[in-house]
């Protein structure tokens, strides 16, 4: 079951450049999606969504991009602090079909932001 | 700022002993979730739980796990006999009425031997 991808496990970006992490999902049914934070022995922490109805979410230094069309969104941080480093996971639910579903989540990518 | 609890941190047990995992989810929350992460893998869907019963499981979610909202606030989760195979780390989550977003506990590292 591989709804959402997330095909680099790893990045490694220097402070104050753009770190840019990359997510696909197959399901057409999916409408909202999200992005946690995870650092390791913690739980995931909500950092920001997008509902299909938009292209673009920012709050501050991130941003989410989603290109429907595509079944492709992506999180850009600018700038990338070495706070920044931890897992990275995408998750979508169907949520007008189903709202309070479930989540599905990506692999996760691990970001490190090298001072 | 409101945070979801989670009870023990880590909880070691023999195969075939039973295992109940407590969660306090946040005060006005409407629905609970669990999900759990074998290392190195990613995490991975459970049980949701709304209106005081099961809404959704996967297959992971067979007759030794069962799931209670006993008194209005705790939420467990009661493996009945534990397999090695069950050894993950296990996240607590709940959503408002919109249930849009999941906010997740800080995990409870199961391990058996």
């Known amino acids: 079951d591989q709804q959402v991808k997330q095909n680099s496990p790893s990045l490694s970006v220097q402070e104050g450049r753009i770190s840019i992490l990359n997510c696909d999902y197959t399901n057409s049914m999916f409408d909202y999606f999200l992005w946690y934070k995870k650092y390791p022995a913690e739980g995931p922490t909500f950092l920001i969504s997008?509902?299909?109805?938009?292209d673009k979410n920012e709050d501050g230094r991130f941003t989410v991009f989603l290109n429907k069309s595509a079944k492709h969104l992506s999180l850009h941080i600018v700038p990338s602090q070495p706070g920044d480093s931890a897992v990275y996971f995408c998750?979508?639910?169907?949520?007008?079909?189903?709202?309070?579903?479930?989540?599905?989540f990506g692999q996760g990518t691990e970001l490190s932001v090298k001072p | 700022e409101p945070e979801v609890t989670q009870t023990p941190s880590h909880q070691v047990t023999q195969m075939g002993q039973e295992v109940i995992l407590r969660c306090v989810p946040i005060s006005n929350h409407l629905y609970f979730y669990w999900y759990r992460q074998i290392l190195g893998q990613k995490v991975e869907f459970l049980v949701s739980f709304y209106n005081n019963e099961i809404s959704e499981k996967s297959e992971i979610f067979d007759d030794q796990f069962s799931v209670e909202r006993p008194d209005g606030s705790n939420f467990t989760l009661k493996i009945r006999s534990t397999k090695l195979e069950d050894s993950a780390m296990y996240f607590c989550a709940s959503a408002d009425s919109t249930g849009e977003k999941l906010f997740f506990g800080s995990g409870t590292q199961l391990s058996v031997l």
């Open positions: 998750a979508a639910s169907a949520w007008y079909y189903n709202q309070g579903g479930k989540l599905i």
């Open positions: 997008i509902s299909s109805i938009k």
